[in-house]
Structure formats: C-alpha cells, structure tokens
T-cell receptor, first 114, second 111 residues
Framework: DAGITQSPRHKVTETGTPVTLRCHQT?????MYWYRQDPGHGLRLIHY???????DKGEVSDGYSVSRSKTEDFLLTLESATSSQTSVYFC?????????????FGDGTRLSIL | DQQVKQNSPSLSVQEGRISILNCDYT??????FLWYKKYPAEGPTFLIS?????DKNEDGRFTVFLNKSAKHLSLHIVPSQPGDSAVYFC??????????FGTGTRLKVLA
C-alpha cells in the first residue's frame, strides 16, 4: 500500500468555520491531488500539486485553497466552510504525471458541515 | 455533462461466476483507462488499467476490455469471490493528471 495518511479521518464542524485537512505521504512522489466524493458524482478533482509550492486548480476548486510547503505534505483548506462542502475527501499521489501512471489514494476524511 | 458513465449502480453475482462491470465514455481524446475498487471507509485501490493502444489487459482474475469504436470498457472478474464485493469506479484520462471518474457500481458477490 502507498504510504498516504490523511488527518483527521472524521470531522464535524459548523458553517463559517475554517477547516484544514492534511495529507502526508512517505513515498516522495512529486504529484499530489485532492478529490471529493459525493453520491452521483464519483470523485472530482479539487486541486493538485506538481511540486513544492506548485499547485493548480481542478474541476471543483471554488471555496478551497491548498498549500504544499514540503514534498510530503499537501494541505486542503476550507476558509469558511459551507454545508455544500460536506463530503468525503480523498488525497492521492502519483510518481509521474501522465505516462499512464495510476494515482494511489489515501483512506479519506469524512467532513460534515452543520 | 458526465464524460464517464457507469449506468449500473449495482450488480449481484453468484460466487464462482463471472462479474462484468461496464463503463461508457464520450471523449474520444481519452487514451488511458483505469479501474479502482473501493471498500467502505477506505480509499479507492488501483486495480487494473489499459492504454488505448490495446484492447485487452489481464491481471490474474481481472481482465479489462476496451472497445474504442463503441467508447466502452468493461471489467471482467472470473471467478468472482465474496471478497470482491466492493464499489468499482472506472476512470479515464487524456494522458495527463486529470482523471474523470464514473459514479461507481456496487458489486455484491453472493456466497
């Protein structure tokens, strides 16, 4: 199994509060990704990173920001959480981009915004 | 607009028989396709992939078939085992970081 740890695994918070989710990898992979999984939508890319301090937006990036100050850590922040951001969040990593490299996923964070 | 579709939300199969999971796509630029398996409370696990230059790829009990003209791929599991019970996602890519996932098919293998 790829060495990916997501924290926290579960979180319940209130609308309007800031929330930060952490993804930590021990594989030294260059590429890291944040997805959300919702019923009827599969997994959708929020943001991704192609190196330290190098990030870009994905399909559903509104309301989210990310930071990557070290190769091993990729943080996802909800500046002011809304109920529509209740979801299961998955971090993924890959050694290379494209070149038919599969992404490998962490076990997810279940986030509930009340 | 769903570019990758898994039209069967669920599938039940008897142990030992073949499981066939289907996936359709609309973007002809997709050239790399993957299947992931997901158990409850865990992340998706990569299962098998296929490049558009092939029409079949096998790995043990798992075979993926790609029909480019029909924009269709399928995952065959033979023989099916109770441990295969999970949600299966197909995903497609144009060879970049961007994966487009289907909505998943829940497979239940009955003992």
């Amino acid at each position: 199994d790829a060495g990916i740890t997501q924290s926290p695994r579960h979180k319940v918070t209130e609308t309007g509060t800031p929330v930060t989710l952490r993804c930590h990898q021990t594989e030294n992979h260059r590429y890291m990704y944040w997805y959300r999984q919702d019923p009827g939508h599969g997994l959708r890319l929020i943001h991704y990173s192609y190196g330290v301090k190098d990030t870009d937006k994905g399909e559903v990036s509104d309301g989210y920001s990310v930071s990557r100050s070290k190769t091993e850590d990729f943080l996802l922040t909800l500046e002011s959480a809304t109920s529509s951001q209740t979801s299961v969040y998955f971090c993924a990593i890959s050694e290379r981009q494209g070149d038919n490299q599969p992404q490998h996923f962490g076990d997810g964070t279940r986030l509930s915004i009340l | 607009d769903q570019q990758v579709k898994q039209n069967s939300p669920s599938l039940s199969v008897q142990e030992g028989r073949i499981s066939i999971l289907n996936c359709d796509y609309t973007n002809s630029m997709f050239d790399y396709f993957l299947w992931y398996k997901k158990y409850p409370a865990e992340g998706p696990t990569f299962l098998i992939s296929i490049s558009s230059i092939k029409d079949k790829n096998e790995d043990g009990r798992f075979t993926v078939f790609l029909n480019k003209s029909a924009k269709h791929l399928s995952l065959h599991i033979v023989p099916s085992q109770p441990g295969d019970s999970a949600v299966y996602f197909c995903a497609a890519s144009e060879g970049t970081y961007k994966y487009i996932f289907g909505t998943g098919t829940r497979l239940k293998v009955l003992a």
